[in-house]
């Protein structure tokens, strides 16, 4: 009866929470965050239509990151109506729900009743970064559920199964091949192996799955990389690669990072209060305070009462969710690249609190038959006030009542040489005419080298006009510290052409884009010189 159960429990639960992730999604809106803007649209457009030889970064220096993983957003949000295409991205990052709830069963074994469970599963499923990425182009997310799977088999693998072990390296590793951020999460579970009963065997299988699951998934694109550019992350990491294609420094955003230990030491307690030094946009977030607190106070009880709180399995998680947090502070402190923790903390959260009321100090303030009650209360109403503390970040969103599907001007038509030069741009790109050509100008922090691979490409395609035309992009009524880089043009001998009419795109987030005609600098000269002559032989 036990297994019939569970067994019909498994796709309760996993149908729950894809729905829950699709309920979310449709109530949220339409995606159009700045990232989706910028290069995931186009990543994926260009991976399906083999653009990456013909464009020149239209998505900016993040053109040259892995596109496989924003291709199924891409493939959904150009196959499906809206609001279907959100509806199933978000079930699909609903997910993690399901693998939270496994989890949970994993670390507390027969304390994980239901109301445990749902405990995990609100703690889980209101984390401000989780919450806000449902149903977007982020990877964070989506990349999340293999690394909640891989996490899960080494925290179940209590045979010491090496085919279990390989497939965890295969699922974190593929995450990491996806998005290289990951990798910070790929270190911590290779480091909590150090406690498996036999430790070099367990992370020799788990490392030839890593390296497998890596290959399989940005082996492709790493080679592609190293063929064009030199370097296999290019544009990244070029004082290691020394790339002739990019900058001789590595591209690394430090907006985020903590100014101090002390600082760094603070990060968990600022998002406690809502500040948000680890994010652009404000959220609040009491999970990581939480766990310290907890952490400590489990500590503490077991020191005071001799008596070892923390089971193995126990600390080996707490091994990978600290190395991976330690990594991810002073590799990135994006707060997004943490959502895998994000999620964790709903069970680590739980098996903290039923460690420490274990412990004889607290048991002994309950009957025997009433502890079990007393550890559903205690975590449900911790739940409740998480979810009701926490508070999502908002990357921007349109009501599905109104999509965005802009429609071109009959000038803009025909397939032309598009110069775009403003970001974020990249997403007009899957909009425009088949067999166009689309050339960033813009790009600061990776400009295009002079006699290189890209300015080749651009010269050459400039070399050869297309029917429609060059056409120049940038936001209408640019603001005075975002201007867009006419002077860009002038490196290809162009300019905007005065006389004629430009045309409007209908921008994602109410800013039109100006298209503007742009013709040769020479032949205005030219033309000028004949009208000039001309008048004066009158």
Same mark, same amino acid.
């Given at each position: ?204 299988? %788990? ?106 399995? &126990?600390?080996? %998680? ?99 040489? %598009? ?55 940038? %936001? ?54 004949? &009208? ?7």
């Amino acid at each position: 009866m036990v297994i019939a159960r569970r067994r019909l429990a498994i796709p309760l639960v996993i149908a729950g929470s894809a729905l829950a992730g699709a309920l979310y999604s449709y109530v949220a809106g339409e995606d159009i965050n700045w990232d989706w803007q910028n290069y995931h649209d186009y990543a994926g457009f260009a991976l399906s239509q083999g653009r990456f030889d013909i464009d020149v970064m239209p998505g900016g220096f993040q053109s040259f990151l892995n596109p496989l993983i924003y291709l199924l957003p891409y493939a959904l949000r150009h196959g499906l109506d809206a609001p279907w295409w959100g509806v199933a991205l978000g079930a699909l990052h609903g997910l993690n729900l399901a693998l939270i709830t496994w989890i949970t069963r994993v670390m507390l074994g027969a304390q994980a009743r239901p109301p445990v469970l749902v405990a995990a599963v609100l703690i889980a499923a209101c984390g401000p970064m989780s919450l806000s990425e449902v149903g977007t182009s982020f990877a964070d997310i989506l990349t999340a559920i293999p690394i909640l799977a891989g996490i899960g088999l080494i925290l179940t693998d209590r045979e010491q199964d090496g085919r279990r072990l390989l497939l965890a390296g295969l699922l974190i590793g593929a995450a990491t091949g996806l998005k290289l951020t990951n990798a910070t999460f790929l270190i911590g579970a290779g480091v909590c192996l150090l406690l498996a009963a036999r430790p070099l065997a367990a992370m020799l299988s %788990f490392g030839a799955g890593s390296v497998a699951g890596v290959l399989a998934a940005g082996g492709a694109w790493a080679f592609k990389m190293w063929r064009d550019f030199g370097s296999p992350l290019f544009p990244f990491y070029n004082t290691i690669f020394h790339s002739p294609e990019a900058p001789p420094a590595s591209i690394v955003d430090t907006r985020f990072m903590p100014q101090s230990l002390a600082d760094a030491l603070a990060y968990p307690f600022y998002w406690l209060v809502g500040l948000h030094p680890s994010s652009e946009w404000a959220f609040r977030d009491p999970r990581f305070a939480l766990v310290i607190v907890l952490l400590l106070a489990t500590i503490a009880a077991g020191v005071w009462c001799r008596r070892e709180l923390l089971q193995l399995r &126990d600390r080996q %998680f707490l091994i990978f969710f600290w190395v991976s947090y330690v990594l991810w502070m002073l590799a990135f402190s994006i707060q997004r690249y943490l959502i895998p923790l994000e999620l964790l903390s709903a069970p680590l959260i739980l098996l903290l609190i039923t460690r420490l009321m274990a412990a004889p100090q607290l048991s002994r303030s309950f009957d025997v038959s009433a502890r079990p009650r007393a550890q559903h209360v205690v975590a449900v109403i911790i739940a409740l006030a998480i979810v009701l503390w926490s508070r999502p970040t908002d990357w921007t969103r349109r009501p599905w009542s109104d999509p965005y599907r802009p429609q071109l001007a009959a000038a803009l038509q025909s397939p032309a040489t %598009f110069l775009l030069l403003q970001k974020p741009l990249g997403h007009v790109v899957s909009r425009l005419p088949a067999g166009s050509r689309i050339y960033q100008l813009s790009e600061l922090v990776l400009p295009v080298v002079p006699g290189g691979v890209l300015d080749r490409r651009i010269r050459a395609g400039l070399a050869d006009p297309l029917p429609g035309g060059i056409w120049a992009l940038y %936001f209408s009524k640019s603001s005075a510290d975002n201007p867009p880089r006419l002077e860009a043009l002038e490196s290809y001998d162009l300019k905007i052409d005065p006389s004629r009419a430009c045309e409007r795109i209908a921008g994602v987030d109410r800013i039109d884009i100006e298209a503007c005609p742009v013709i040769s600098r020479a032949a205005s000269a030219s033309t000028a010189g004949l &009208d000039g002559a001309g008048r004066a032989s009158n």
